[in-house]
């Protein structure tokens, strides 16, 4: 009409709109080639993952949280002095060369596949799908193996804290309470990543205040010259590894392994993360150094404080002992420290969740696993059935195992280097692998995306053969028993990967289209985009 009452129309020289020859079709505009990370296990919004629910800050709290720096030292300070003695502390800052090789595999993957499935997605593209499936299903079952023992701890440490020492050694009590812990932090994980992220801020915060309130009153004590036990001045000599001889590094950095192991949880939360391209990969390099603090800080303050004679004694107690130290040092505010290897279990428990949970979705959604795991909650936009899977496989394997004995519940965390030891070198080599064709192009890539996970690789194969070794013999084992001949953690990690064999067989047989995905090399475009750290 508008053009009418212009002029326009038939009689005045122009022609006729409906006599005018129909336009050529326009072509349909090519959508933009879609990154490499989401070409084949679709976008966060494609899964319906909460994109930029949480910040790198959030993300780094979550990746040292994992690791349960508190109940980490608890656990292994006195078996590392025992075997390195002074020198435990070098132990540790060695232990720490692996892990951050690694990390930086986890970061220069992630930035060209930015998949919650981590090293299941990315060994999948460098190496192929049976790799990729045995990496998902490593990850997958740490969570199962650890969480159970994490929520187990806390309600130890939580009730000695409050002066429940009663409750604390009835089995029925605290198997109960463990179990409703599981309940209530997988029921967090639910809810929503932002709820996690709050909740896990809180506890990293009295974590850590915590545990400089131990290490600070156990240094001055120790100049004052008022320490209780056989104290000695720190010295800077205590971090050469090589100090207390070979032996000693080899069985310490097996240890190592478990203390730094869980940072990469908060790369697992990469299609949930800011700018999830860097932010993710950058805090779990940044867990790696906090924690290497954190753990030579404590090492120090514990080893100057009660001196080796009294760790090595008490080594078999594990996170017993410093229930011991805490009394010592604080006196009556020992409450301080059991507070805080609670909260850091308790943290842990949480978190621990979500690598497994996040790699169970990101294979369900490649046809990996079964369909109905990759299942996100319509309002909290997390993956719903496969982390209400792991928690109930946890309390499932939690429970059983301590009908065994409460050692067969140590033997299955020992069992857990394996199955670390194996992802983490898996990733290291898949680094390498799908940027082989851009390691060259200049000295950054060769050392630091090629050369460097490679070497934390080889490392931590060396270590998963040596842990094979230590393991075979059943006296080595918490409880000292034989299982068909060998430890006891030896052979559950050598079930959990026939289990795991079996099950890829019978879904490889059941739905073979995962199986149909080739291998790859890293998208030039994507890798020359990408800006050095």
């Given at each position: 009409?508008?053009?009418q009452?212009?002029?326009?129309?038939?009689?005045?020289g122009?022609p006729?709109?409906?006599e005018?020859?129909?336009?050529?079709?326009r072509?349909?505009?090519?959508?933009?080639?879609?990154?490499q990370?989401?070409?084949?296990a679709g976008?966060?919004?494609?899964?319906?993952?909460?994109a930029?629910?949480?910040?790198?800050?959030?993300?780094?709290?979550i990746?040292?949280?994992?690791?349960?720096p508190a109940y980490?030292l608890?656990?292994?300070?006195?078996?590392i002095?025992?075997?390195?003695?002074?020198?435990?502390?070098?132990?540790?800052?060695?232990s720490?060369?692996?892990m951050?090789?690694?990390a930086?595999?986890?970061?220069?993957?992630?930035?060209?596949?930015?998949?919650?499935?981590?090293?299941f997605s990315?060994?999948?593209?460098?190496?192929g799908?049976?790799?990729?499936w045995?990496?998902?299903w490593?990850?997958?079952?740490t969570?199962?193996?650890?969480i159970?023992?994490l929520a187990?701890?806390?309600?130890?440490?939580?009730?000695?804290?409050?002066?429940l020492?009663d409750?604390?050694?009835?089995?029925?009590?605290?198997?109960?309470?463990?179990?409703?812990?599981?309940?209530?932090?997988?029921?967090v994980?639910?809810?929503?990543?932002?709820?996690?992220a709050?909740l896990?801020?809180?506890?990293?915060?009295?974590?850590?205040?915590?545990?400089?309130?131990f290490a600070?009153?156990?240094?001055y004590?120790?100049?004052?010259?008022?320490?209780?036990?056989?104290?000695?001045?720190?010295?800077?000599?205590?971090?050469?590894?090589?100090?207390?001889g070979g032996?000693?590094?080899?069985?310490?950095?097996?240890?190592?392994?478990?203390?730094?192991?869980?940072w990469e949880?908060?790369?697992?939360?990469?299609?949930?993360?800011?700018?999830?391209?860097?932010?993710?990969?950058?805090?779990?390099?940044w867990?790696?150094?906090?924690?290497?603090?954190?753990?030579?800080s404590?090492?120090?303050?514990?080893?100057?404080?009660?001196?080796?004679?009294?760790?090595?004694?008490?080594?078999?107690?594990e996170?017993?002992?410093?229930?011991?130290?805490?009394?010592?040092?604080?006196?009556?505010?020992d409450?301080?420290?059991l507070?805080?290897?609670?909260?850091?279990?308790l943290?842990?428990?949480q978190t621990?969740?979500?690598?497994?949970?996040?790699?169970?979705?990101?294979m369900?959604?490649?046809?990996?696993?079964?369909?109905?795991?990759?299942?996100?909650?319509?309002?909290f936009?997390?993956?719903d059935?496969?982390?209400?899977w792991v928690?109930?496989?946890?309390?499932?394997?939690?429970?059983?195992?301590?009908?065994?004995?409460?050692?067969?519940?140590?033997?299955?965390?020992?069992a857990?280097?394996?199955?670390?030891?194996?992802?983490?070198?898996?990733t290291?080599?898949?680094?390498?692998?799908y940027?082989?064709?851009h390691?060259?192009e200049s000295?950054h890539?060769?050392?630091?995306?090629?050369?460097?996970p490679?070497?934390?690789?080889?490392?931590?194969?060396?270590?998963?053969?040596?842990?094979?070794?230590?393991?075979?013999d059943?006296e080595?084992?918490?409880?000292?028993?034989?299982?068909?001949?060998l430890g006891?953690?030896?052979?559950?990690?050598?079930g959990?990967?026939?289990?795991?064999?079996l099950v890829m067989?019978?879904?490889?047989?059941?739905?073979?289209?995962?199986?149909?995905?080739?291998?790859?090399?890293?998208?030039?475009?994507?890798?020359h985009?990408?800006?050095?750290?």
């Amino acid at each position: 009409m508008a053009h009418q009452g212009a002029g326009g129309g038939p009689g005045n020289g122009v022609p006729d709109p409906s006599e005018l020859p129909e336009p050529e079709p326009r072509p349909e505009p090519r959508p933009e080639p879609r990154p490499q990370a989401q070409a084949d296990a679709g976008t966060a919004a494609d899964a319906g993952l909460k994109a930029n629910a949480i910040g790198f800050l959030d993300a780094l709290v979550i990746g040292l949280n994992s690791t349960s720096p508190a109940y980490s030292l608890a656990a292994v300070i006195g078996p590392i002095v025992a075997l390195a003695g002074i020198y435990a502390p070098g132990v540790m800052l060695a232990s720490f060369v692996p892990m951050v090789l690694i990390a930086a595999a986890f970061y220069y993957l992630n930035k060209v596949d930015q998949d919650c499935g981590t090293t299941f997605s990315w060994v999948t593209r460098a190496m192929g799908p049976w790799a990729g499936w045995l990496g998902g299903w490593a990850i997958a079952m740490t969570g199962v193996l650890v969480i159970g023992s994490l929520a187990d701890v806390a309600v130890h440490f939580g009730l000695l804290a409050a002066g429940l020492d009663d409750w604390a050694t009835n089995a029925l009590i605290r198997q109960s309470l463990t179990v409703v812990v599981i309940l209530a932090m997988t029921a967090v994980c639910v809810i929503g990543t932002e709820m996690s992220a709050r909740l896990q801020d809180v506890l990293i915060l009295a974590q850590v205040f915590f545990l400089l309130v131990f290490a600070v009153v156990a240094i001055y004590r120790v100049y004052a010259g008022t320490s209780s036990l056989d104290g000695t001045r720190p010295s800077i000599e205590w971090l050469n590894p090589f100090g207390a001889g070979g032996a000693a590094l080899t069985g310490g950095l097996l240890l190592g392994v478990f203390i730094y192991w869980g940072w990469e949880s908060a790369v697992n939360l990469t299609e949930e993360v800011e700018d999830s391209a860097t932010a993710p990969g950058k805090a779990g390099i940044w867990s790696t150094v906090v924690l290497l603090v954190t753990y030579l800080s404590v090492g120090f303050a514990v080893v100057g404080y009660a001196g080796t004679k009294f760790l090595a004694e008490n080594a078999g107690e594990e996170e017993a002992v410093f229930a011991v130290l805490a009394h010592e040092v604080m006196g009556g505010w020992d409450w301080v420290v059991l507070l805080a290897v609670c909260t850091s279990a308790l943290a842990s428990t949480q978190t621990t969740i979500i690598p497994a949970s996040r790699t169970a979705l990101s294979m369900a959604r490649r046809h990996a696993l079964p369909p109905h795991l990759s299942h996100i909650h319509p309002r909290f936009r997390t993956p719903d059935v496969s982390t209400w899977w792991v928690a109930a496989i946890a309390i499932a394997w939690y429970l059983a195992v301590n009908q065994i004995s409460e050692n067969a519940l140590l033997d299955s965390l020992t069992a857990l280097s394996l199955l670390i030891a194996f992802y983490y070198a898996l990733t290291g080599l898949a680094c390498a692998v799908y940027y082989r064709r851009h390691l060259l192009e200049s000295v950054h890539n060769f050392l630091l995306i090629g050369l460097g996970p490679v070497l934390g690789a080889a490392l931590l194969a060396w270590l998963l053969v040596e842990s094979v070794a230590d393991m075979s013999d059943p006296e080595n084992s918490a409880s000292g028993a034989s299982w068909f001949g060998l430890g006891p953690p030896l052979v559950i990690g050598i079930g959990i990967g026939v289990v795991g064999v079996l099950v890829m067989c019978f879904w490889r047989v059941r739905d073979g289209r995962f199986w149909q995905e080739k291998r790859g090399v890293a998208d030039p475009a994507l890798v020359h985009a990408i800006k050095k750290p």
